[in-house]
């Protein structure tokens, strides 16, 4: 889960986000409304708190329920190990800044890109002076999990 308001969910799964309308209407049973379709889920406890098993049109999945802060800190460690070549996006977001151009050098603490996720502002910096390659996003695009966004010579 990205964001909550009420009982308007937005949800990644497998990198793509769902604007999703759920309302509890029995125990573990649940409505959802999805571009104007509306359905029932039910979900199951299964393997402890944080797996489920949802039963939905007739079929079955089994659901990993991944904490958002614990995986935005997993991958924005990750994404910074990997900074020596590439900035890639932690989790999905808006593009809100690219503060520099192709052929620019950067130096060692100054940010390249500003990501809006989560309502947060993210920034990603430098830990070494670089010249940037290519700049694969633009202000206003929305990118996914490990999508890169500045390519470094």
Not at 102 to 126: C, R
Request: zero cysteines.
């Amino acid at each position: 889960m990205l964001s909550r308001n009420g009982n308007n969910y937005q949800v990644a799964i497998d990198n793509k986000v769902y604007e999703l309308d759920i309302i509890e209407v029995e125990q573990g049973v649940y409505s959802v409304l999805h571009d104007n379709r509306s359905f029932n889920v039910e979900l199951v406890e299964h393997r402890g708190s944080k797996s489920y098993i949802v039963n939905t049109f007739f079929s079955s999945f089994e659901v990993d329920i991944i904490d958002a802060e614990a995986k935005y800190q997993l991958n924005r460690r990750s994404a910074e190990a990997d900074e020596s070549n590439v900035i890639v996006s932690p989790m999905p977001g808006k593009v809100v800044k690219v503060l520099f151009n192709e052929g620019d050098e950067v130096k060692a603490g100054q940010t390249v890109v500003v990501v809006s996720a989560m309502k947060m502002d993210s920034e990603y910096k430098v830990k070494q002076d670089r010249v940037i390659k290519r700049i694969l996003v633009k202000e206003g695009d929305t990118v996914s999990s490990d999508q890169p966004m500045v390519i470094f010579e």
